[in-house]
């Protein structure tokens, strides 16, 4: 007799968690199936430090193989669904077609940058969601300096030495904290930059930096920020963005050739293919992570909508400590309609949150415990590790390295700007 095939479309934070636990409670007794264009699961909080040169990259890529054993993975993106045939299809790695059947599915295909009808965006500025992207802004600062070096012309010196950060989120905090950093230290070994520092600008239309974070530890990141020198620009975006620089909503004209986008994200176009019953964009489920009217489908993550019993009425927030959670609930629900336990509904309380700003800084709220300096340093990097599932020792010695010993100032090329576009049809790929 055949194994009940369950299929997960994704690989983020919550399609990786439902598909370990589901190798846990199947024991063999299914054939877990999961569909993601890349053989490794991104661990996305650690990308601003591979942009900033403290991380080597692969080890903020856990592979699936190695991790997941017993899971078969299917290297492609799901863009299409039919519930009546119970089956999906998928494009693959080499652009071949496919398609799989299932007895049970977990939509978690994520979510993907979100892009502002602003001019010049889509030409002009990167996005911040890939290693591809970490790799490529890592090497453009670097580039930068050594332009800037190399020109004479002092107005030019100076916009190849500005920095725009568009989005103060989890995400456009780090990128500009550990931004900084890294073009501190290069532009210190060029000796004819001293009359021209890196600048560097934050901006974000909220009136605090991190929005959703408690005032007072949303200051205090901003106060570590602003003592490096960075621009916090709040209640400011831009309203322009061209080749010699961007153009503010506040009417000023910014020279620079580095503009980084972090505004935010939106659901996966698969929700929008799917066919599903949706709201406010994301996949409309119950309490227990079901569809409704598909008993044999569930969704999960920043696609789903996801009610929050805490607060009625609304659903639950696009971060990692909900994905992880509901990827879990969704193995452990799949089992229950197998017979194995029984159905629980999706309760989470936030269990606070950790911000890495390089160096000695960071803040944090561990059950809403705030914290800065070097105690949130040390709870931000004990969270990561024990929420990585893999390469801890790895990660841990790169931190000991990069503390002892100064940041890389070489750029590779590996990654060349026109490999990494913002996509100007939001289709890009967990959370924070």
Not at 34 to 41: A, E, R, S
Not at 209 to 228: H, N
Not at 254 to 260: D, E, G, I, N
Request: with cysteine; aromatic share 6%; charged share 20%.
């Amino acid at each position: 007799m055949a194994k009940p095939r369950i299929v997960i479309a994704g690989a983020g934070f919550a399609g990786y968690q439902a598909a370990r636990q589901l190798l846990r409670r199947s024991r063999g007794a299914a054939e877990v199936v999961l569909v993601n264009p890349t053989d490794y699961f991104l661990y996305l909080p650690l990308l601003p430090e591979v942009a900033g040169g403290t991380l080597n990259p692969w080890h903020a890529c856990v592979p699936l193989q190695d991790t997941l054993p017993g899971v078969r993975l299917v290297l492609g993106e799901v863009d299409g669904l039919d519930p009546a045939a119970r089956a999906v299809t998928y494009t693959g790695a080499e652009g071949e077609r496919g398609t799989l059947g299932y007895e049970r599915l977990v939509l978690a295909a994520g979510s993907v940058t979100k892009l502002l009808p602003i001019p010049g965006i889509a030409d002009h500025a990167h996005g911040f969601r890939g290693i591809a992207e970490a790799l490529y802004l890592h090497d453009h600062l670097i580039s930068q300096i050594e332009l800037a070096d190399a020109d004479d012309d002092p107005a030019q010196r100076a916009a190849r030495m500005t920095f725009v950060v568009v989005g103060a989120g989890y995400t456009g905090t780090e990128v500009a904290a550990q931004g900084q950093l890294l073009t501190a230290a290069v532009a210190a070994r060029h000796p004819r930059l001293r009359d021209t520092p890196p600048r560097w600008l934050l901006l974000d239309t909220a009136d605090q930096v991190l929005p959703g974070m408690r005032p007072r530890m949303a200051e205090g990141a901003a106060t570590v920020l602003r003592s490096r020198g960075i621009t916090v620009g709040l209640g400011t975006s831009i309203r322009e963005a061209t080749a010699e620089g961007v153009r503010l909503t506040d009417g000023r004209f910014v020279p620079s050739r580095t503009l980084v986008w972090c505004v935010g994200v939106r659901p996966d176009p698969l929700v929008e293919q799917a066919g599903l019953p949706t709201r406010d964009g994301r996949v409309e489920v119950d309490t227990h992570l079901n569809v409704p009217g598909h008993p044999q489908i569930y969704a999960c993550g920043d696609g789903a909508a996801v009610p929050d019993l805490y607060h009625p009425g609304t659903d639950t927030p696009m971060t990692a400590q909900h994905a992880v959670r509901q990827g879990r609930l969704v193995a452990h629900n799949i089992a229950a309609s197998y017979g194995i336990g029984t159905r629980r509904p999706y309760r989470h309380r936030n269990l606070g949150f950790v911000v890495d700003l390089g160096a000695r800084d960071a803040v944090a709220d561990p059950l809403r415990v705030p914290m800065r300096g070097l105690l949130a340093k040390a709870v931000t990097r004990g969270y990561h590790l024990s929420a990585l599932p893999a390469n801890r020792l790895r990660t841990a010695a790169d931190w000991l390295l990069s503390a002892a010993s100064p940041r890389p100032g070489v750029q590779l090329g590996l990654v060349p700007g026109r490999l990494v576009p913002l996509e100007t049809s939001n289709v890009a790929a967990g959370v924070r």
